[in-house]
């Protein structure tokens, strides 16, 4: 790692009350202190202490600033960090990150300041991973899950199984040097016990990965139905303003409407479809298209019935797209006559061999049946109310892969040992297993992946 001092803005570049330029490096007091005018030098202050007073350029003043001066290594890089908290402004930030970079600092790279802390060992790089995590939360779920990575959750559990697999390596290694005095005799049975219990363990990280998903990236949601049923009027709904346009006049909407939606604390990827029908409007028809193509794709179909008009054509053509685990029958415009019943759906949902599909009855213009729809969405993604206490939700794909690395390894183990192998090799698709882990916490990985994994991050972080 380069030992030179760098610096970016931390606060983004939008107008706000105040902005943070952040100095990290081996020189960082000192080249705050060629630029800042107080009552005292900043080289002769003590750590993790706030000075008031101004930044200039020789004698032109630049701002009215506090200093946050912090001494490594108990900062968030390890290294010696200044923060120059000033206003908010876009230009008097930039103004001040030219000044620093005047006088000494280079600006920095993507999560380059992130990048140090993971190198000088102030976290893991599941706790680095969780940084970004934490910055794009989109949702109180999302968030919850960050934090306790960010707190060691994902490094504590693997560590363990680390540790479990290099004692029985190591045990078995030892025991093969010293035969005559360490016996492997049945040991094949003991370790079984061991590689089966730390199997379970890996596959539940890996089962946690779809829950995982779901809170960071969101529920891919289609609304389907009928022209006029209410897909447009139940986008605005839930949006909470006027997305899409709403007319009486049938295929209004012809193209799919996209909104990112916060709903019962789980980010919805909505979309509002055409209506879908048989057409000879070429416009149309490439919506319906569309409509048909997104709910093949969805995570989650949001089937919006009008219960004032009978089932037609229309309705059973969706009824082809819908499927039992994904799909919620919404029966529309219940403050006017109710022309179908749950009943009427029921039996057409039997006719095309679906069941379990929940029908919930609502009204969009009154505005009735939203919290039982929150309800059913969190049943059916996060099976009731997620609990962050000690549950470890995987939301990495490149963390995901590592843990389908190391059971696989595992699992090559428990062949060797139903095969009456010899004892090394156990060995060696143990250490495989605990190499595969350790690229999760970043204990095996190379410069590349490391390079590669912190571009992604943002600037000053």
Not at 48 to 67: A, S
Not at 414 to 441: C, N, R, V, W
């Amino acid at each position: 790692m380069e030992k030179d001092t760098i610096a970016a803005i931390s606060t983004g570049m939008t107008n706000s009350g105040i902005g943070i330029v952040r100095i990290s490096g081996p020189e960082a007091i000192e080249i705050a202190d060629r630029i800042y005018k107080g009552k005292e030098s900043l080289k002769n202050a003590d750590s993790h202490t706030i000075r008031y007073g101004f930044i200039k350029d020789r004698e032109e003043t630049v701002d009215e600033v506090l200093v946050m001066l912090m001494k490594a290594p108990r900062t968030y890089t390890g290294e010696d960090t200044v923060e120059i908290n000033c206003h908010g402004g876009t230009y008097v930030v930039r103004r001040i990150l030219e000044t620093v970079i005047k006088y000494g600092a280079r600006p920095a790279e993507p999560g380059e300041f992130t990048k140090r802390a993971f190198l000088n060992g102030k976290m893991d790089l599941s706790q680095a991973e969780a940084v970004i995590d934490v910055i794009h939360s989109e949702n109180e779920y999302a968030l919850k899950s960050s934090i306790g990575q960010l707190k060691g959750s994902v490094r504590e559990e693997i560590s363990d199984i680390r540790n479990k697999i290099l004692y029985h390596t190591a045990f078995i290694e030892t025991a093969l040097d010293d035969p005559e005095h360490i016996s492997v005799d049945g040991y094949g049975e003991t370790l079984e016990k061991v590689v089966d219990e730390l199997i379970e363990r890996l596959k539940k990280l890996i089962r946690s990965s779809d829950n995982g998903k779901i809170l960071t990236e969101g529920i891919n949601t289609v609304i389907l139905g009928k022209p006029n049923a209410g897909k447009s009027s139940l986008l605005n709904l839930l949006s909470g303003h006027e997305k899409a346009i709403v007319t009486e006049i049938e295929g209004t909407t012809r193209d799919v409407l996209e909104e990112k939606i916060l709903f019962g604390g789980l980010c919805l990827n909505m979309m509002d479809t055409a209506g879908i029908r048989d057409t000879e409007d070429k416009v149309e028809q490439i919506g319906v298209n569309r409509a048909k193509e997104c709910a093949r794709d969805a995570d989650l179909i949001l089937y919006v019935a009008d219960s004032s008009r009978e089932l037609d054509e229309s309705d059973r053509m969706i009824f082809d797209y819908i499927s039992a685990g994904k799909t919620i029958i919404l029966m529309n415009k219940t403050d006017l006559n109710e022309v179908i019943t749950k009943e009427i759906l029921q039996k057409e949902l039997e006719r095309h061999g679906i069941s379990e599909v929940p029908i919930l009855e609502i009204s969009v213009k009154d505005h009735k049946g939203m919290e039982e729809l929150e309800e059913r969405i969190s049943e059916m993604f996060l099976k009731g109310d997620i609990s962050f206490n000690d549950e470890i939700y995987i939301t990495n794909l490149r963390q995901k892969d590592a843990l389908i690395r190391g059971c696989e390894s595992l699992e090559k183990v428990l062949e060797s040992i139903h095969m009456q192998m010899p004892e090394d090799f156990f060995t060696i698709d143990l250490m495989d297993a605990y190499e595969a882990l350790g690229s999760i916490t970043g204990d095996s990985i190379g410069e590349d992946l490391v390079n590669e994994i912190f571009s992604k991050f943002c600037m000053g972080k």
